[in-house]
């Protein structure tokens, strides 16, 4: 029923902040109802705060002897070992991820070398490098063409092409 009431600040000979029902006068007014006569001062209630209680309590270790709490005990235990899973997990992954990345750049680097050492030979196996480096062991190359080497029974020849 309160409302709908209005708060009227109307100074009158000393009064000061009254409440009054539209459509209701003093004299519509029921005696035995609790509702505050017109002129009558109201005042405030003043609320209960449950969470300044809650954490008062929590505070002081009263909230942990509850029955619903020291019950709950092996549901705790449990969550708080699913969260040390949970953490050990993501550092076990995080280190994974990182050997992962790290062999990748190792990969990466030997490949190269591979690439670089794979040119160097085909360098190399050319003709006229292997020549080059005969040249320093004493070796020469022949101005002759090759030829074959016939061999029947008892007697050798050489048979050139």
Known sequence: ???HWKYVDQPQHGKTNTWSEPGLSEENSEPGSNQPQRGEQV??????RK????VKDFLG????????????????FYVAVL???YIGNTYYTEKKYK?????????KELRYRYITTKSTLMFQCRQSEIS???????LKETIFPPYKI???GNTLSAKQE
Do not use: C
């Open 51 to 54: 969470s300044r209680k809650a």
């Open 132 to 138: 080059k480096h005969a040249i320093e062991y004493g």
């Open 61 to 76: 270790g009263d909230y942990l002897t509850r029955e619903w709490v020291t019950g709950n005990i092996p549901f705790l």
């Open 150 to 152: 016939l061999y029947s």
């Open 43 to 48: 005042r405030s209630v003043k609320k209960n």
């Open 99 to 107: 050997d992962i990345e790290r062999t990748k750049n190792e990969l």
């Open 83 to 85: 969260t040390m899973i």
């Open 1 to 3: 029923m309160q409302d």
